[in-house]
């Protein structure tokens, strides 16, 4: 089956930064829009960003609104999170996942990553 791989998780301090990839070997995510969406333990799964094929619409949760950062690089075939200034409730599992449109829906995401951990903490 087809999946999409993250990377980039790390532990950080609150307002350090790190920047996730989303990267594919077995098909070009050019023709995809890409969502990055978390998990908490306990929470349900969210969306927090996701990027339209040819960059023209994005979308972001008010939570990550002016701190997060979606891009992509079709030549490299990689999906990038920027996250800056991020704060303890940022904790979570992040994955990446390809759809036909940008869309928050999660049922509609085709292939998914395994997640990347993310823990911001002193």
């Known amino acids: 089956q087809l999946q999409l791989v993250e990377s980039g998780g790390d532990l950080v301090q609150p307002g350090g930064s790190l920047r996730l990839s989303c990267t594919a070997s077995e098909f070009t995510m050019a023709y995809y829009a890409i969502g990055w969406f978390r998990q908490a333990p306990g929470k349900e799964r969210e969306a927090v960003s996701c990027i339209s094929s040819n960059e023209a619409a994005n979308y972001y949760a008010d939570s990550v609104k002016g701190r997060f950062a979606i891009s992509r690089d079709n030549a490299k075939n990689t999906v990038y999170l920027q996250m800056n200034n991020l704060e303890p409730e940022d904790t979570a599992v992040y994955y990446c996942?390809?759809?036909?449109?940008?869309?928050?829906?999660?049922?509609?995401?085709?292939?998914w990553g395994q997640g990347t951990q993310v823990t911001v903490s002193s």
């Open positions: 996942a390809a759809a036909w449109t940008v869309t928050t829906v999660l049922s509609e995401y085709n292939y």
